[in-house]
């Protein structure tokens, strides 16, 4: 099921926009309510296309394109449903981008290596209860994924 | 050529922790992408440093290390008790090289990451002009 937002806002392409960076002048559903920490992430989205490669120091990949579009459409998915804290965005080693919640003792991150291959995790550092799972970013965020990010919301 | 001392293990072992004040801020963080293998370019495992040979000053060097880098450190028993190997692997310029490995637990496994990076620890270090 492609998931994307109907009742949401679609933005044309701006300099604060969803999908500046992607370079395609193609539409995002934003939702109506922004969290606050938005438009920083989209900053750092954007930035991902000037990550050289051996950006690590052990020759990883830079981030492809790609994967950053998939990354800022899957953002604009979850925060469409759940309110969440201020997340840690990173390129990955393969040219993918991991997106990272932290709230209390709840963790979740996703690697989306590409619009097509993408996993998560979730850890409760209290309790030590794991979650993991894999999926296809463009399916949009998976029932599992959500009701774990939901233990992170922030209202 | 001396041959290689075996990894102990009450050794700790380095890793470079990168970052950027546009694209990762507020980082660094140590999470599950510094452990990610490049399959499809053979590595075979997660480049490490071993402290007992490589100083921390020194790393940050060999991988041109910028103001936002970080050293991070883990205890080799800690490594291998979530299942993977820590092997060495001297190269010309860090004779302290290491690797971990996949054994039991599988690298390409992101939970596997995310338990590894939650064991290594940010240690204090300069990075020196």
């Given at each position: 099921?492609?998931?994307?937002?109907e009742?949401?806002?679609?933005?044309?392409?701006?300099?604060?926009g969803?999908h500046?960076?992607?370079?395609?002048?193609?539409?995002?559903?934003v939702?109506?309510?922004?969290?606050?920490?938005?438009?920083r992430?989209?900053?750092?989205?954007?930035?991902m296309?000037?990550?050289?490669e051996?950006?690590?120091g052990?020759?990883g990949?830079?981030?492809?394109?790609?994967s950053?579009?998939?990354a800022?459409?899957?953002?604009?998915?979850?925060?469409s449903?759940?309110?969440?804290?201020?997340?840690?965005i990173s390129p990955?080693?393969?040219?993918?981008i991991l997106?990272?919640w932290e709230q209390?003792?709840?963790?979740l991150e996703?690697e989306?290596?590409s619009p097509?291959?993408?996993?998560?995790?979730?850890?409760?550092?209290?309790?030590?209860?794991?979650?993991?799972?894999?999926?296809?970013?463009?399916?949009?965020?998976?029932?599992?994924f959500?009701?774990?990010a939901?233990?992170?919301?922030?209202? | 050529?001396?041959?290689?001392?075996?990894?102990?293990?009450?050794?700790?072992?380095?890793?470079?922790?990168?970052?950027?004040?546009?694209?990762?801020?507020?980082g660094?963080?140590?999470?599950?992408?510094n452990?990610?293998?490049?399959r499809?370019?053979?590595?075979t495992?997660?480049?490490v440093?071993?402290?007992?040979?490589?100083?921390p000053?020194?790393?940050l060097?060999?991988?041109?290390a910028?103001?936002?880098?970080?050293?991070?450190?883990?205890?080799?028993?800690?490594?291998?008790?979530?299942?993977?190997r820590?092997?060495?692997k001297?190269?010309?310029?860090?004779?302290g090289?290491?690797?971990?490995?996949?054994?039991?637990a599988?690298?390409?496994?992101?939970s596997?990451?995310?338990?590894l990076?939650?064991?290594?620890?940010?240690?204090?270090?300069?990075?020196s002009?």
């Amino acid at each position: 099921m492609n998931r994307k937002l109907e009742t949401d806002v679609s933005v044309e392409a701006a300099s604060n926009g969803p999908h500046a960076g992607t370079g395609d002048g193609s539409k995002v559903a934003v939702p109506a309510t922004r969290p606050s920490w938005l438009p920083r992430a989209l900053e750092q989205l954007r930035a991902m296309h000037n990550v050289p490669e051996n950006w690590d120091g052990y020759h990883g990949d830079a981030p492809r394109a790609e994967s950053i579009e998939a990354a800022t459409n899957f953002l604009f998915l979850v925060i469409s449903g759940v309110s969440l804290p201020p997340p840690f965005i990173s390129p990955t080693r393969i040219g993918g981008i991991l997106i990272e919640w932290e709230q209390d003792c709840h963790e979740l991150e996703v690697e989306i290596d590409s619009p097509d291959v993408a996993s998560y995790v979730y850890l409760n550092t209290r309790t030590a209860e794991e979650a993991s799972g894999e999926f296809s970013p463009v399916q949009g965020p998976p029932e599992p994924f959500l009701t774990l990010a939901t233990r992170l919301q922030t209202v | 050529m001396a041959q290689t001392p075996a990894i102990e293990d009450d050794e700790f072992v380095l890793r470079h922790i990168p970052g950027g004040s546009e694209w990762q801020a507020p980082g660094p963080r140590i999470t599950s992408y510094n452990f990610r293998l490049r399959r499809e370019q053979g590595e075979t495992g997660v480049s490490v440093t071993r402290l007992r040979i490589t100083a921390p000053e020194k790393l940050l060097t060999l991988v041109k290390a910028t103001p936002e880098s970080r050293v991070a450190a883990a205890q080799v028993a800690n490594v291998r008790a979530l299942g993977l190997r820590v092997v060495p692997k001297p190269v010309d310029e860090d004779p302290g090289h290491a690797e971990i490995q996949s054994d039991i637990a599988d690298l390409d496994n992101h939970s596997v990451r995310k338990r590894l990076a939650k064991i290594f620890r940010f240690v204090a270090v300069t990075l020196s002009s």
